[in-house]
């Protein structure tokens, strides 16, 4: 039992580290929550969804979500974000808000408001692995996250745009100082993060075997919480964040409360926040923080 | 003879490794206009900020007014009298000249009176704006963004923001900087009555011929290391500090 | 004034105190996204005066609000060693803690919500929000505001010349606290109905919205963008579905060519001074 818990946890947490990661990198390089990322992995669920019941395969379902949330997010950085980089921080979080709420509208008047339930010829068997039973489509959850963390660790560790990138994170001031250009940047960054915020979109649409356009909100914010406990400065520390708050969130629902589970995660992120704003793995000189 | 105003015994601030202040000490009297001069990099915005509690030093105590004020938070150092100017103007973005010169009274008046409209209930911050403003020259840019203003005008409105809290220590950071010798003057003779009114005056400057006309003392810093210390005249005949220091600039 | 329109205006009231509640904060330069957590406050607790406890409810709002404020100044003495986005995040897990918490408290109903509370009229709102409009127009030409925008400005700064910067900021956060719990007090009366639901980070994102749009610089700012925020999804009724978007739409226009918000002191003065011509 608490086995096949951790396994559901593992599953869950996956996907946060994906859209951790996601609301990640635009805050470690421009410093701002992009509030439609969200509603860019709720989008990333119906496209994902459609392909995957147009009977095409699973593979192309999460580069289609990837695709189509990607290119979501580059529109929005062009108009929601550019313009405004100069402003204080509230200024464009609300645009992406703006977006956030013309994606959600959008979502609901072409899948309407009532979660769609994937059919059960899609849902695949269960292989049993001694007492717990492990859904395929459970393993392709966490394949997928693994192949992409892997994929974007690449990037972000070896390509030239992925120093760029790190050294922006870095230090802002002195990145552009050294030349480094900002836009170009910007731009990689929101659609990377856009990518992996679809492809989870994709992800909780196979984990849950359904879709809301209510999804993004719930799943985000959570999300955000996972990012903070793993450490704002520290992109890696959602690898560990994400499977701890889903194992956490399951057992809490599973043995006691299931409304108490969202009071434990949000107040961890508050004491993560005041004691360790370096994150649980992170180690010294916390960010201090803009002012907005 | 009465103790020091400001007293500063073998304080110690380094970054890292690298010693900004290195065992100093010196004082300034009650009704001097002190400066502190040297180099670029010789530590004297460190001294600055160790005296205001913008830094905290390593060890040695800084003592005002016969209080131990080495570990006290900024706001209760310059509420004690002690108030600043800085190097690289920090005039607040948003706010007029008036408004600068109201805002920074913060030991004159009970909360309600702060809380409520200035004008129907706190007539002495308002009396106590008009002086200073009237004092530095500035009742033609009273309703004007401050930070919109020339260079000599904003450093002459972070005097007088320093000034309206009643300091009974001002200490000023390259006061006359980027100014023409007329502005420079001007502020000169300002300060001279300050200190003929009372003010005791620490001040920072590269401008020699301004020092040398205007400070009752000087010291010299190279280094974090206090070189020399004397009058303006001893200061100017020291070889050390003609080696250290002028003799570079010339 | 029918029924409907009555509505739409005590939600707009309510909307400007939880907007103001903001503003406050954001007048020292910091954003919460978690005040509808003290408006949940201020809501469960004046109810349950009112219908358990037989209180009044002028005097069950003005106690809400200072067990708010307190629980405001409380929670902003650690909560305030952060600034920007990661007081911002604080704020918004703040918010969603109270949510949860209220979901959980048997006391109040818990998801079920409560309900038994007495209607107030549209007037008595009204009432309340010219107050405490009156109250922050007062302030904003005292010295303890200059002394949250110095804070807002340049906070080491205003540390140096003696302000504490401290205080000033636990003092905001309370006086915020304070107002949105008022604005939860309304709503629960008006609505006679409450649930944890009512708010959550959504409601927290319409009060920085309203702000925003309304003018960040001058407390009627709240006022206009609340009442531009509730009235405007009406007059788009003819977009029938694709309201939401078209607010989306023109709330990105907004930010993208009047940053400022819509009223700000130079927009203000000038319609006085029309008016004195007049």
Not at chain 1, 90 to 113: E, H, K, R
Not at chain 2, 40 to 56: E, M
Not at chain 3, 2 to 27: C, E, K, N, P, Q
Not at chain 3, 111 to 133: E, N
């Amino acid at each position: 039992m608490l086995l096949q818990q951790l396994v559901n946890g593992v599953t869950l947490g996956a996907v946060y580290t994906l859209l951790a990661l996601s609301f990640s990198i635009v805050m470690g390089i421009l410093g701002i929550l992009n509030l439609a990322i969200a509603e860019l992995f709720m989008i990333g669920g119906y496209l994902g969804f459609a392909v995957i019941t147009a009977h095409l395969s699973l593979p192309v379902a999460v580069a289609a979500g990837m695709a189509g949330a990607a290119a979501i997010s580059a529109v929005i950085e062009k108009i929601g974000y550019e313009p405004l980089r100069d402003a204080p921080l509230v200024t464009p979080m609300l645009s992406t808000l703006g977006f956030s709420i013309i994606l959600q509208n959008i979502a609901t008047n072409m899948w309407g408001s009532d979660p769609l339930q994937l059919p059960d010829e899609f849902l695949g068997g269960r292989i049993a692995l001694g007492p717990v039973s492990i859904g395929e489509l459970q393993l392709i959850v966490i394949g997928v996250t693994i192949v992409l963390v892997a994929v974007m660790a690449y990037i972000v560790q070896r390509t030239s745009m992925g120093r760029a990138l790190r050294a922006v994170a870095e230090n802002r001031d002195v990145a552009r100082l050294l030349g480094v250009s900002g836009s170009r940047i910007t731009l990689t960054a929101f659609m990377m993060s856009g990518a992996l915020a679809g492809a989870a979109g994709v992800l909780i649409a196979i984990h849950y075997a359904a879709i809301t356009p209510y999804v993004g909100v719930e799943i985000g914010l959570k999300a955000i919480a996972v990012m903070v406990i793993g450490g704002t400065s520290r992109i890696w520390g959602a690898l560990l964040a994400g499977p701890l708050i889903g194992i956490a969130e399951v057992l809490t629902v599973a043995y006691g409360g299931s409304q108490i589970r969202d009071f434990v995660v949000y107040g961890f992120m508050i004491a993560i926040l005041l004691f360790r704003p370096q994150g649980l793995l992170g180690g010294s000189g916390a960010d201090q923080g803009q002012r907005v | 003879m009465s103790a020091p105003l400001l007293q500063l015994s073998d304080v110690t601030k380094s970054f890292g490794g690298i010693k900004a202040l290195s065992g100093l000490s010196c004082e300034v009297r009650q009704g001097q206009i002190v400066g502190v001069i040297g180099p670029n990099g010789a530590g004297k915005t460190t001294l600055f900020n160790v005296i205001t509690g913008a830094y905290r030093a390593n060890s040695g105590d800084v003592n005002f007014d016969r209080q131990p004020i080495t570990h006290w938070r900024p706001y209760r150092i310059a509420r004690a009298g002690a108030v600043r100017t800085f190097q690289n103007i920090r005039l607040f973005s948003s706010m007029t000249v008036w408004e600068h010169l109201l805002v920074a009274q913060p030991g004159r008046g009970a909360l309600w009176r702060r809380a409520l409209p200035t004008r129907w209930a706190d007539g002495a911050a308002i009396a106590r704006a008009e002086e200073v403003l009237e004092f530095f020259g500035l009742k033609d840019v009273r309703n004007q963004i401050a930070r919109s203003l020339s260079y000599g005008t904003q450093r002459k409105v972070e005097m007088a923001r320093a000034l309206t809290a009643n300091p009974r220590l001002l200490l000023l950071d390259e006061p006359v900087a980027g100014m023409n010798h007329d502005e420079a003057e001007d502020i000169r003779r300002l300060m001279l009555r300050l200190r003929d009114g009372g003010l005791t005056i620490l001040l920072i400057e590269h401008d020699m011929g301004f020092v040398m006309n205007l400070c009752d003392y000087l010291y010299v810093l190279d280094f974090g290391v206090l070189i020399a210390k004397g009058l303006p005249a001893e200061i100017q005949s020291d070889p050390i500090v003609m080696d250290a220091y002028l003799g570079k600039e010339a | 004034m029918s029924t409907y329109t009555a509505s739409l205006l005590a939600d707009v009231g309510i909307l400007t105190l939880g907007a103001l509640s903001v503003y406050v904060i954001l007048a020292t330069g910091q954003l919460s996204l978690g005040n509808a957590g003290f408006m949940a406050i201020g809501a469960y607790l004046a109810s349950y005066l009112t219908v358990v406890a037989g209180v009044p409810l002028t005097s069950a709002l003005v106690i809400a609000a200072l067990c708010s404020g307190i629980i405001g100044v409380m929670i902003g003495f650690p909560a305030l060693r952060l600034k920007g986005i990661f007081l911002a995040m604080a704020t918004l897990g703040f918010g969603e803690m109270i949510r949860s918490l209220f979901l959980n408290l048997e006391i109040t109903g818990g998801a079920g919500g409560f309900h038994g509370m007495a209607h107030v009229s549209v007037t008595y709102v009204w009432i309340w929000v010219g107050l405490i409009l009156v109250l922050v127009w007062l302030m904003e030409s005292s010295r303890a505001w200059l002394e949250m925008r110095a804070v807002a400005d340049d906070e080491t700064a205003a540390n140096l010349i003696g302000l504490n910067t401290t205080m000033t900021k636990i003092g905001a956060f309370g006086m915020s606290a304070a107002v949105a719990a008022v604005s939860g007090g309304l709503f629960a009366h008006h609505h006679v109905y409450i649930e944890p639901g009512n708010f959550g980070f959504e409601r927290s994102i319409d009060f920085v919205l309203a702000v925003i749009l309304g003018g960040s610089t001058i407390g009627a700012g709240s006022l206009v963008g609340a009442a531009l925020l509730v009235l405007l999804p009406e007059q788009l009724r003819a977009l029938d579905d694709w309201r939401p978007a078209a607010f989306g739409a023109l709330l990105i226009i907004v930010l993208l060519i009047r940053r400022q918000g819509i009223l700000d002191r130079s927009l203000l003065r000038r319609f006085t001074f029309r008016k004195q011509a007049a």
